[in-house]
């Protein structure tokens, strides 16, 4: 079974310009979260995806970022323009079930270094 | 403000000695605690506890949860260099069930 992959593996762009990351979850799994880690600090959830809608998306920083799931299959989040702060590793998980159960399963992240 | 630590931040030991990992957290509407591994990359799974004082183990790790307290500790014994991550501490609360919030981590080392 394939798992959570995400696209770039590392990103560097400058101050101000764009990007946009890519998560594509396990198949069939309904729900897909952000998460950041910013350096030194914890992982910090960033929103949740249930099929195409948004469930939550109160650990959002700011308008500078969107993020969005069409079809409900793989989502992308832009960031627009970058700044200095949004250097990080963006994390990606999904999960089938949602509940005390549920597991969520990651991805290897996308580094991204603004300068 | 909801809260998850861990100590400590790092840890380095030589293979064959134990080590435990604590993680302790404040947060309202406490449903369950996480324990998840990041080697290089993507952090998986290892263990999760709801209920206080009944041990989860695998293999050489085991972990328990103190739900008075307010804790939760990870045991690795006769660690192995396959061992060295970071280990992530994260909790789940009832209000949000599928959103976690996690510790910094530890980062452990271990020696050949």
């Known amino acids: 079974e394939a798992g959570v992959t995400q696209f770039p593996s590392h990103s560097v762009i400058e101050k101000g310009q764009t990007v946009t990351l890519r998560c594509d979850p396990i198949s069939g799994h309904d729900n897909l979260y952000w998460y950041r880690r910013v350096m030194g600090k914890e992982i910090k959830f960033l929103l949740h995806f249930v099929k195409e809608s948004k469930q939550d998306e109160s650990g959002m920083p700011n308008n500078r970022f969107l993020a969005e799931r069409t079809g409900g299959t793989y989502s992308t989040l832009k960031v627009q323009p970058a700044e200095l702060e949004d250097s990080g590793v963006y994390f990606c998980?999904?999960?089938?079930?949602?509940?005390?159960?549920?597991?969520?399963?990651f991805g290897s992240g996308t580094q991204l270094s603004v300068l | 403000e909801d809260k998850v630590v861990q100590s400590p931040l790092s840890l380095v030991v030589h293979e064959g000695d134990t080590v435990t990992l604590n993680c302790s957290y404040e947060?309202?509407?406490?449903?369950?605690l996480l324990w998840y591994k990041q080697e290089k990359k993507a952090p998986t799974f290892l263990f999760m506890l709801?209920?206080?004082?009944i041990e989860k183990k695998s293999g050489r790790l085991s972990s328990i949860l103190d739900k008075k307290e307010l804790f939760s500790i990870l045991n690795i014994t006769a660690t192995q260099t396959g061992d060295s991550a970071i280990y992530l501490c994260a909790v789940r609360k009832g209000s949000t069930l599928g959103r976690l919030y996690f510790g910094r981590g530890t980062q452990l080392t271990v020696w050949p």
């Open positions: 947060v309202t509407n406490f449903r369950s």
């Open positions: 998980a999904s999960s089938q079930d949602e509940g005390i159960g549920e597991k969520l399963f």
């Open positions: 709801t209920s206080s004082g």
